[in-house]
């Protein structure tokens, strides 16, 4: 399974992605202060003005996470993080707007507690970050959110294996959804996902074969945080990168593989 490994790193100054390249970034949120000038000026003034009226552990979370996420954006486009634009799908997806609408950047935000997970890619690409926790009645839950497929595996699962089995599934199909637009838990019965420790991530067809023109990866940044990448292409080169909480609200540099 893919780990980040922190290391220290300049800062970071343009990046470039190829057409096969995904960038995943482990950010590590800074939630122990209020947010300063220069993150709100990281935010276009429809996001300022949100956060404005946000309480206050939701309001350092959005701006934290807001302000790293168009820094990163920034970096790709040779842009102000300010001057980013997003528009957003019919349900909700979030992309580029505006002057960089044409760039062939594709983006996606997770974040969980202090952590967030961030995906740049040149084809649509989702994904999802979550806290490891117990979950409960399990078989509960995969009645009303997994498919049959699904279901069945987990089931012939120990139970001490099913919590963790039904993150990774969870998190495989949130990041899926969240690639095609998708992200509504009801609509997670429609499709199935790999679940099974010993078996490869991977988006699966009705006849239980894994999709060609898709990627999924579980990644397991730290000890206590579960995340999967999904990103619509056959062939993936990833790369993970770890950005510290840094004083000055912007990305003191990633720490590669």
């Not at 960089?100 to 997970?117: D, E, M, P, V």
């Not at 497929?149 to 012939?156: G, N, S, V």
Request: charged share 30%.
């Amino acid at each position: 399974m893919p780990q980040f490994q922190p290391r220290a790193a300049p800062a970071i100054g343009t990046l470039s992605l190829r057409e096969d390249e995904v960038d995943v970034w482990f950010v590590r949120l800074d939630l122990s202060r209020e947010p300063s000038d220069r993150d709100l000026q990281a935010l276009p003034r429809s996001e300022a003005e949100r956060a404005a009226s946000m309480g206050e552990e939701p309001r350092r979370r959005f701006v934290a996470a807001r302000s790293q996420l168009r820094s990163l954006l920034a970096a790709y486009l040779a842009a102000e993080p300010a001057s980013i634009g997003f528009s957003y799908g019919g349900k909700g997806k979030p992309r580029l707007g505006g002057a960089h609408a044409a760039s062939g950047i594709h983006f996606n935000l997770s974040h969980t507690g202090r952590r967030a997970l961030v995906a740049v890619a040149r084809s649509p690409v989702g994904v999802d970050l979550e806290t490891v926790r117990p979950l409960g009645d399990t078989d509960r839950l995969a009645r009303r959110i997994l498919c049959d497929r699904e279901r069945r595996d987990l089931c012939k699962l120990p139970a001490t294996a099913r919590n963790s089995a039904f993150l990774a599934c969870w998190t495989r199909k949130e990041a899926y959804a969240k690639a095609v637009g998708e992200g509504i838990v009801r609509t997670f019965r429609r499709f199935a996902v790999t679940l099974k420790p010993e078996s490869e991530p991977a988006l699966l067809r009705e006849d239980g074969t894994r999709d060609p023109g898709w990627t999924i990866l579980h990644v397991e940044p730290e000890a206590g945080v579960v995340g999967a990448l999904a990103v619509r292409r056959a062939d993936c080169s990833p790369r993970f990168w770890l950005v510290e909480a840094p004083e000055t609200g912007r990305p003191t540099g990633p720490s590669p593989r």
